[in-house]
């Protein structure tokens, strides 16, 4: 089945069913909950006297003096005058017993982590009349971690509409609005040194080591040399003062028409469009130790991507007696995606009060990308059934897509599946048993044309291309970056299926037994090449794989009384993966297990 929605299915298929109104007198639904989540667990630390007690003794053991040992470890956390370092202590060189017992311990795990909360407001209308049915729903989420300066919001609004026009036609509007602010946690990949996480590094600063000095200000800031030990950052101040943020705003709108010139035929055109706009920034504030070198980095981003889609459809389904049926689908379909990409990166701002790159003075880097798509399909599905026992399907579809060769553009992706009721033969109907039992069974292939990374040559791979962003004497240019190949083709997936469901029990206990074997050929892949020539990869179609198995999935219903069900799911699969071709001229390796 999933043959019949194309190159878009061949990792399998999730239908989704959009709310839609129902007639009558509008129904209003409101809905809230709240929620709190606390660390599970702070680690169990040393407190000042015994972290100093036990660096000690590690320096004694070690062979250092005593004294020695002591005025060293001291000198570490700043107890003591250390020249040209903050000392937020003031204790002479000479330090008592007393002195250090009484030298405080400071929680840097009670600092970072809090309770995190979450408030849900849902609000929906569903009504109307039997000529114009309305959904309308909305929601605001609100989400703080655990973890300080990390929080989540979004808002949605959702509308559907269904109007009968006459009695042959009618429309169906969908529209889905969504916004998306986050703050992310800094420190880790390309959000400043790891350093600076406070979920990694609460636990590893020196318990001595103050969070505020007495005025309020952050302990430790890099101008100061930052705070004593390896880790070097006032954690607290790197998460408060630099920024990680992502905003989100979508757009999701459908619109369709259903109209019925004769009786068992639906005309159906159709037409969508997904929007989607995406705004990063990171400030490294200068007051900190990523962006102190370079007086403060900014680094932002914006994504814009359109997705369009239309297709039109025929749907034939017609009765010829009380045991044939038949059904014909025909359809055309159209698809365009463009993606693009700007950014920037600059160093240098005159103050942290200032987070856009035009404050900013030197600029580093500027970049925009641009990449797309299209697709035009064309589709049918003849479906019969004798009697509610027998079923059959066959299903063609002709994809075209401008990602390959100019050779072979457009693949042919048939299928077919039987089905066979056979708790409706007289043998077995009636049977209080069991009183379901289908034998199925299909053959069908699909088409990939995914390759490669969204912003690399992911839908150019049979193209010959040219890269920008070259300087030659002073002067801007291009070079040849990517050899064509026009005898790229689509990537096709074979899939064989041989299914048995049941039921028992007046259906109490149901379930399914498969028998599976899906072989994915001319697989799309980059191909290396030597360095010699100037090109690193050249796209083409190599290599095969063979997944086959089988799965054996019960459901039943233990307890079924009233408003009340407790039911059970259980499933196991057997998979077995093999690579059955590469490229030519491989030798495998004789270890069998790689």
Do not use: C, M
Request: proline residues 5%; charged residues 15%.
């Amino acid at each position: 089945a999933a043959s019949i929605y194309g190159s878009q299915a061949a990792n399998g298929v999730v239908l989704v069913t959009t709310k839609r109104g129902k007639a009558g007198k509008t129904k209003v639904t409101l809905n809230y909950y709240k929620g709190i989540a606390n660390p599970i667990k702070k680690l169990n630390v040393l407190n000042t006297q015994e972290w100093i007690g036990l660096r000690t003794d590690n320096l004694i053991n070690a062979g250092t003096a005593a004294e020695t040992a002591r005025t060293s470890i001291l000198q570490t956390l700043r107890v003591i005058r250390v020249p040209n370092q903050p000392n937020p202590f003031n204790l002479p060189v000479a330090v008592s017993d007393a002195d250090i017992a009484a030298l405080p311990t400071f929680d840097w795990q009670d600092a970072v982590y809090k309770q995190g909360k979450t408030d849900n407001y849902e609000l929906s209308l569903n009504g109307g009349s039997e000529k114009t049915r309305f959904f309308i729903s909305g929601s605001y989420y609100t989400q703080s971690a655990n973890i300080i300066n990390i929080d989540f919001l979004r808002g949605t609004l959702n509308t559907t509409l269904t109007h009968q026009i006459n009695d042959k036609l009618s429309i169906d509007q969908t529209l889905k609005l969504s916004t998306i602010q986050s703050n992310g946690q800094f420190g880790g990949p390309g959000g400043g040194s790891f350093l600076g996480a406070a979920a990694f590094s609460s636990p590893l600063v020196l318990p001595s080591v103050p969070i505020f000095n007495t005025d309020g200000s952050y302990y430790g800031p890099p101008s100061q040399g930052g705070i004593p030990g390896i880790l070097n950052q006032n954690i607290v101040q790197v998460s408060e003062l630099n920024t990680i943020t992502s905003n989100t705003n979508q757009f999701v709108g459908s619109l369709a028409l259903n109209y019925t010139p004769i009786k068992d035929l639906v005309i159906r055109p159709f037409v969508s469009i997904d929007y989607r706009n995406i705004k990063g920034k990171q400030f490294n504030d200068p007051r900190t130790a990523d962006g102190f070198n370079v007086r403060g980095r900014l680094q932002e981003q914006r994504n814009d991507n359109a997705n369009f889609l239309t297709n039109l459809t025929a749907n034939y389904n017609k009765s010829l007696s009380s045991k044939h049926n038949i059904g014909v689908l025909l359809g055309l379909e159209y698809r365009t995606d463009v993606n693009e990409n700007v950014g920037t990166n600059a160093t240098n701002v005159p103050t942290p009060n200032f987070k856009y790159s035009s404050a900013a003075a030197l600029p580093e880097n500027i970049f925009g990308t641009w990449t797309g798509y299209r697709k035009g399909s064309v589709f049918g599905n003849f479906k019969y059934n004798f009697d509610r026992r027998f079923d059959v399907s066959l299903i063609g579809r002709l994809d075209g897509s401008s990602r390959f060769g100019a050779n072979n553009r457009f693949g042919f992706f048939p299928s077919v599946s039987a089905a066979w009721l056979i708790s409706e033969e007289s043998f077995l109907k009636g049977n209080q048993v069991l009183n379901d039992l289908k034998l199925r069974a299909s053959f069908g292939t699909t088409g990939n044309d995914q390759l490669g990374s969204l912003f690399g040559a992911a839908n150019f791979p049979g193209l010959s291309l040219v890269s920008p962003n070259f300087n030659y004497n002073n002067a801007a240019g291009f070079a040849p970056s990517q050899l064509a190949n026009p005898d790229l083709k689509w990537e096709t997936n074979e899939t064989f299926n041989l299914g048995l469901d049941f039921g028992l029990l007046t259906n109490r206990i149901t379930g399914s037994l498969d028998v599976f074997q899906r072989t994915s050929k001319d697989l799309l892949l980059g191909f290396n090449l030597p360095f010699t020539n100037g090109y690193g990869t050249i796209s083409r179609n190599a290599g095969e794989v063979r997944n086959r198995g089988i799965e054996l999935e019960i459901n039943t219903v233990n307890v079924r009384s009233g408003q009340f069900q407790w039911r059970t799911a259980f499933n196991i699969t057997a998979l077995d993966n093999k690579i059955t071709k590469l490229y030519p001229g491989i030798n495998p390796l004789q270890n069998p297990d790689s």
